[in-house]
Nanobody
Framework: QVQLVESGGGLVQAGGSLRLSCAAS????????MGWYRQGPGKQRELVAD???????NYVDSVKGRFTISRDNAKNMIYLQMNSLKPEDTADYYC?????????WGQGTQVTVSS
């Protein structure tokens, strides 16, 4: 079972930046897709961005051009660089890993963007 631990959340003013990190408990070479999801107040959890083992990325339209997902397979880490943050980006951000038929989630890290 893969354990995922997120870090890097916090309070930031609109227009600011944060970098989220997700550390996996074991090698991510076997994990085809890893991603970041978020759940804002009163909203459903949604995909923010994901990245395949080959480096192919996918972003929700609302973050394109502002967020960048990356993965470091040697360090068993994925990252989410978030720039030009907006109040509507306020949410709990979760790391997700898909390996075969199994899905693993982290506990989340809170991001609050003040206007």
């Amino acid at each position: 079972q893969v354990q995922l631990v997120e870090s890097g959340g916090g309070l930031v003013q609109a227009g600011g930046s944060l970098r989220l990190s997700c550390a996996a408990s074991e090698s991510i070479f076997s994990i085809n897709v890893m991603g970041w999801y978020r759940q804002g107040p009163g909203k459903q959890r949604e995909l923010v961005a994901d990245i395949t083992i080959s480096g192919t990325t996918n972003y929700v339209d609302s973050v394109k051009g502002r967020f960048t997902i990356s993965r470091d397979n040697a360090k068993n880490m994925i990252y989410l660089q978030m720039n030009s943050l907006k109040p509507e980006d306020t949410a709990d951000y979760y790391c997700k890993a898909d390996r075969g038929r199994s899905t693993y989630w982290g506990q989340g890290t809170q991001v609050t963007v003040s206007s």
